[in-house]
């Protein structure tokens, strides 16, 4: 249960120095606080799992400070470990990866500030769309709202997604599609309005 893993009470507690100790060397921790320039977390993956997705995109943006969350234990350890391994066999590698093992239905605001995060990753976190399954899905009207709290402005680039191919392939070639598409639009359409009324006041 919750009680079994800690839980900062809001992000200036999280402890950056323990994920990215090469970013926040020990015992300069605290001289970062309130420093405008230290480096800030701007990816978040939603349950993460194994860490594949981190992995990859950690050399990909390789000044990019990114976390995985996580909800089961052992996959949190193993992820660690992974993390680990990499950057001890790859000097001055891997080191803007960290992972962290919460609930991201009930912890993400005690994360990220607002409008901190650049993007944010959902992938096959879900349970199916069985009705029954509805508490513990990752994705929801009323999760939504906290999404768009961290996501930086605008990055929901809504002309983008209406011009690529393949988000119209998306809504008709596969065959989870009348499920899903039925749901993401909704959704999109929410966040981006969301982040319309923001950038409005
Ligand atoms: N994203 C990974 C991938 O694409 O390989 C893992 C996908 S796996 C099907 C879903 C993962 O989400 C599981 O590891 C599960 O423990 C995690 N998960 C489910 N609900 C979660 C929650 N509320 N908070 C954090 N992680 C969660």
């Known amino acids: 249960s919750d009680s079994h893993f800690p839980i900062p009470i ?3 507690e ?3 120095s323990q994920h990215y100790p090469r970013y926040f060397p020990a015992g300069e ?6 420093d405008a320039a230290a480096p800030r977390i ?12 981190l992995v990859g995109l950690s050399t ?3 000044d990019t400070l990114m976390i995985g969350m996580e909800l089961r234990d052992k996959v949190t350890e ?4 992974r993390i680990l391994a990499l ?3 790859n000097s001055g590698m891997y080191d803007n990866i960290s992972v962290v093992r919460t609930n991201s239905m009930k912890y993400i605001p005690n994360y990220f500030r607002r409008a901190q995060l650049l993007k944010m990753f959902f992938l096959f976190p879900d349970p199916h769309f069985k009705e029954k399954n509805h508490r513990r899905r990752v994705i929801s009207m009323q999760l939504l709202d906290e999404y768009a709290y961290v996501m930086e402005v605008g990055v929901i680039p809504e002309e983008l997604l209406k011009a690529d191919p393949v988000v119209k392939l998306l809504s008709t070639a596969t065959e989870e599609a009348d499920h899903t598409i039925a749901r993401i639009f909704p959704l999109q359409a929410k966040a981006i309005n969301f982040q ?3 950038r409005e006041s």
């Not at 921790?29 to 309130?34: A, K, L, M, T």
């Open 10 to 12: 809001s992000p200036d």
């Open 14 to 16: 999280v402890d950056l």
């Open 29 to 34: 921790g605290e001289s970062r606080d309130g």
């Open 42 to 53: 701007r990816f978040a993956d939603v349950g993460c799992g194994f860490g594949g997705l």
């Open 60 to 62: 990909l943006f390789p």
């Open 78 to 81: 193993y992820v660690k470990e």
């Open 87 to 89: 950057r001890a066999s």
């Open 196 to 198: 319309n009324k923001r």
